[in-house]
Nanobody, 115 residues
């Protein structure tokens, strides 16, 4: 059974930076894509960025210019470097991997942006 484990969430001040990690239990290139979603309190889960097996990256408009997604196949890990954080970025961040039409999810890591 494939497992995704997120790391790196926490409390950060407005304007600060944070890096999230998603470690997979198998080769990340087995997946068609990997992505980060977030769910803010009282809101639906939304896609914020993704990277497909070929390396194509997409960012949601809300985070474009403030986020960089990267990966390392030797570590089976995807990272999400976030900067210029604001309260609107407060959410639980979930790692997603898609293989064919099946979505796999991590348990989520909370990020709180507050002074």
């Amino acid at each position: 059974q494939v497992q995704l484990v997120e790391y790196g969430g926490g409390l950060v001040q407005p304007g600060g930076s944070l890096r999230l990690s998603c470690a997979a239990s198998e080769n990340i290139f087995n997946f068609n894509s990997m992505a980060w979603y977030r769910q803010a309190p009282g809101k639906q889960r939304e896609l914020v960025d993704s990277i497909n097996v070929g390396g194509k990256i997409n960012y949601a408009d809300a985070v474009k210019g403030r986020v960089a997604i990267s990966r390392d196949g030797t570590k089976n890990t995807v990272w999400r470097q976030m900067s210029s954080l604001s309260a609107e970025d407060t959410a639980v961040y979930y790692c997603n991997a898609r293989i064919l039409r099946v979505d796999l999810w991590g348990q989520g890591t909370p990020v709180t942006v507050s002074s």
